[in-house]
């Protein structure tokens, strides 16, 4: 059966004329969906940032958004070191972790430290770091989720380094993001490089510390979006 698709321009004429606000309507219905910015790597180094709104009624071409210059600039309000290992074909992780916490009722491990599948180079598990940001889209103040693969780490821990030398918390900077094509043997794929650009006004920080807390109950949690690169799931 094939969904209508809803016209956009309608169903903000009857919200206007019943006297109800779209921006009100959606920031009450949209606490729990933070749309994702996902890396598309490709084999000759065009590799695409975009931003992934997921599946709606408006049409498939509207699903994701492109990231002009595959370069952003956000503030960093928290971030997890999240874990899963997968077994090939199911859509939830045989085991997860959040900070080295399982978040799973029988865990491979009880906690990361020391488990077998979280050894480097030997196990299966898959490590990333998710970023929870805020940044300004469409002239509003909007929350973005991006889970780091694990050869963007790196460099993540890289700009955290040079924060704390500079005696500065990760949310006190606006932090820009970019795509760095990189080529070895006979993979080629993109990782994200940090930098910094000024700090964020008095507004934005205020915002970052309300997300922080609204966002708490989602946060603890890892989904299937959270391991959609290639070789997240199963070894290259």
């Not at 903000?12 to 009450?28: K, V």
């Not at 821990?157 to 606006?174: F, G, M």
């Not at 920080?205 to 959270?226: C, F, H, Q, V, Y």
């Not at 690169?229 to 070894?235: A, F, Q, S």
Request: glycine fraction near 6%.
């Amino acid at each position: 059966m094939e969904t209508a698709l809803i016209k956009h321009e309608e169903i903000l004429s009857q919200l206007t004329e019943a006297g109800l606000d779209l921006n009100e309507e959606l920031d009450l219905s949209s606490k729990i969906d933070i749309p994702r910015i996902r890396i598309e790597h490709k084999n000759n180094g065009k590799h695409r940032m975009y931003i992934d709104h997921g599946e709606n009624y408006l049409g498939i071409d509207s699903q994701e958004e492109a990231i002009e210059g595959n370069r952003f600039k956000a503030v960093v309000f928290s971030e997890q070191e999240i874990r899963a290992l997968w077994v090939d074909g199911e859509s939830l992780p045989k085991c997860s972790a959040v900070n080295g916490i399982p978040t799973v009722d029988d865990p491979v491990n009880p906690q990361c430290n020391g488990c077998p599948e979280s050894v480097i180079g030997e196990g299966d598990c898959k490590p990333k770091v998710r970023l929870w940001l805020l940044t300004e889209h469409e002239d509003m103040i909007k929350p973005f989720v991006l889970a780091l693969s694990p050869t963007s780490i790196k460099h993540w821990r890289s700009h955290k380094r040079k924060l704390q030398r500079s005696r500065l918390p990760v949310i006190a900077v606006n932090t820009i993001f970019t795509l760095e094509d990189v080529k070895k043997n006979s993979y080629r794929w993109a990782e994200v490089t940090f930098d910094v650009d000024g700090i964020p006004d008095k507004p934005m920080l205020i915002k970052a510390k309300e997300a922080r807390e609204e966002l708490n109950r989602i946060m603890g949690k890892i989904t299937d979006s959270d391991f959609t690169e290639p070789g997240d799931k199963l070894p290259f």
